[in-house]
């Protein structure tokens, strides 16, 4: 399974970004679905996830303002990124890991078993 992420780029705060992934190798619906961030000098943290079950959960930060869903024709997961700020700049990973993760796992990047190579992303203010 390879992850491609995009849509990354430059744009001033309180603007949106929707960043991309697609899913190659394997069938996105039947993987749980991750995006996580990291930004300069701190560790990677869970941004949101979506289960086969279209559940979502997000991050205290980005609720209200980020939303993740996907395209299953497209094999492709979606990170809408609304009233971004400057404390959102960081390099965005998609991720993909088992149907079967539970909810307590969802947070942990070490529960995810492929990863996209990120794409970054610069809010300026």
């Known amino acids: 399974v390879q992850l491609q992420a995009s849509g990354g780029g430059l744009v001033q705060a309180g603007n949106s970004l929707r960043l991309s992934c697609v899913v190659s190798?394997?069938?996105?619906?039947?993987?749980?679905m991750g995006w996580f961030r990291q930004a300069p000098g701190k560790e990677r943290e869970f941004v949101a996830a979506?289960?086969?079950?279209?559940?979502?959960y997000s991050s205290d930060f980005v609720k209200g303002r980020f939303t993740i869903s996907r395209d299953s024709a497209r094999n492709t997961v979606y990170l809408q990124m609304n009233s971004l700020t400057p404390e959102d700049t960081a390099v965005y990973y998609c991720?993909?890991?088992?149907?079967?993760?539970?909810?307590?796992?969802?947070?942990?990047?070490?529960?995810?078993?492929?990863w996209g190579p990120g794409t970054l992303v610069t809010v300026s203010s």
């Open positions: 991720a993909a890991g088992s149907a079967r993760l539970i909810v307590s796992s969802l947070f942990a990047a070490s529960q995810y078993d492929y």
């Open positions: 190798g394997g069938t996105l619906s039947t993987y749980t």
């Open positions: 979506l289960r086969i079950n279209n559940n979502r």
